[in-house]
DNA sequence: GACCAGGCACATC
DNA sequence: GATGTGCATGGT
């Protein structure tokens, strides 16, 4: 893994630098997100499967419905039955099957954790990550942002909105899978978890503004970003 | 009334 | 390996 000569006459630029500039320049922009919003592991980890293909509003409401009925520990979700769950995170969408979801990672936490978040986080990274995508219902992005914005591992989150941004300015093609994005940007940032948390909340930001199909982007404050 | 929102699993080719 | 489809509510 190279970067590329810089050019005698200083034209060219790394992707090292274009990553770090983009972060720089949204930094400056917006300022730090304070992600993830929530008060505890536990609570980051049932947004993350909450906030799959939806808005984080809903998301936001839900949560709410069950800390109201004092549901937001792993023995009372684990002793309350995935109908009522369903009804508590109706507003989400997909409820039935985010029940579900939520149903077998609290199992597993669980079984295989007795419950305690703290020893399933001494499991090194790439075994943590693993064990997650096993579940039903966790894939890479949910894996990805339980291991950065709960157990606090230096792993960059990608989503729609990364790969929007991105591709928009032309880093990968728009129909890039997951794991080439992922691999692109950590192999040219040192990872560092809290520059990690900073940039995903900051691409989710910018992205939600700008970087969409139109010609231009007035305001935008990536632009211009490449010569 | 479309269209979108901080995905994922599964079937099919 | 790539592509298509079901899952579903709520805000704009």
């Known amino acids: 893994m190279h970067e590329p000569p810089a050019a005698t006459g200083g034209a060219e630029i790394s992707l090292t630098d274009v990553l770090t500039g983009m972060y720089r320049r949204l ?6 997100q304070h992600w993830w919003p929530a008060d505890s592991a536990l609570e ?3 947004g993350a499967v909450l906030t799959q293909n ?3 509003q809903a998301v936001e409401k839900a949560i709410a419905r069950i800390k109201d009925r004092g549901l937001l520990s792993i023995p009372a979700l684990h002793e309350t039955p995935v109908d009522e769950l369903a009804h508590l995170v109706r507003p989400t969408g997909y409820f ?3 029940a579900r979801r939520l149903k077998n990672l609290i199992e597993i936490l669980v079984v295989e954790y007795s419950g305690d978040l703290e020893r399933m986080g001494k499991l090194p990274t790439g075994q943590l990550r ?3 995508l096993a579940v039903n219902g966790i894939g890479p992005e949910t ?3 339980i291991l950065l914005y709960a157990f ?3 792993v960059f989150v990608v989503d729609a909105y990364t790969l929007r941004v991105m591709s ?3 880093l990968v093609l728009p129909k890039a899978a997951y794991g080439e994005l992922q691999s692109l940007i950590m192999g040219h940032l040192p990872p560092d978890e809290a520059v990690f948390n900073e940039y995903h909340a900051l691409l989710v930001h910018v992205g939600k503004r700008h970087c969409r199909r139109t010609p231009s982007c007035p305001g935008c404050p990536l632009e211009p970003l490449l010569p």
């Open 168 to 170: 928009r300015h032309r």
């Open 44 to 46: 980051v980890i049932v």
């Open 143 to 145: 894996a990805d942002s």
């Open 96 to 98: 039935r099957l985010k």
């Open 54 to 56: 939806t808005n984080w």
């Open 130 to 132: 693993d064990r997650l």
């Open 152 to 154: 606090r591992r230096p």
């Open 27 to 32: 930094l400056t922009a917006y300022g730090p």
